[in-house]
């Protein structure tokens, strides 16, 4: 299961999410949509269920636009695990 990396420290605000991992010193803006993302990842969503409810969101009926968007926050996730902020084990609230 995807978690919120431990060492990351993010706040909720508005549309975004902004994000700092100490152990990089690197600071992130996520976008509204990805905003989304990462507030689904944060609670325990599965990727699947992530895709399933933007698709749900974003009304997408056809089988060509949720494949998309699986394939985007699929590649989204890869990012944020490879900047070392997803990671296993328990999730975070924003600011701790």
């Not at 009304?59 to 089988?63: I, V």
């Not at 998309?68 to 394939?71: A, G, M, P, S, T």
């Given at each position: ?37 990462w ?6 969503a599965?990727?699947?269920d ?5 698709a749900?969101?974003f ?5 060509q636009?949720?494949r998309?968007?699986?394939?985007d926050v ?19 609230e924003?600011?701790?």
């Open positions: 299961m995807l978690t919120v990396n431990p060492d990351v420290v993010w706040v909720d605000s508005d549309d975004e999410v902004r994000l700092y991992h100490p152990g990089t010193g690197e600071f992130q803006t996520l976008n509204a949509t990805a905003a989304r993302i507030r689904k990842l944060a609670t325990g599965e990727i699947d992530v895709v399933r409810d933007l749900a969101e009304e997408a009926h056809e089988d636009d949720r998309l968007i699986d394939r699929r590649q989204f996730v890869a990012e944020l695990s490879e900047l070392g902020l997803l990671g296993t084990g328990l999730a975070t924003p600011g701790q």
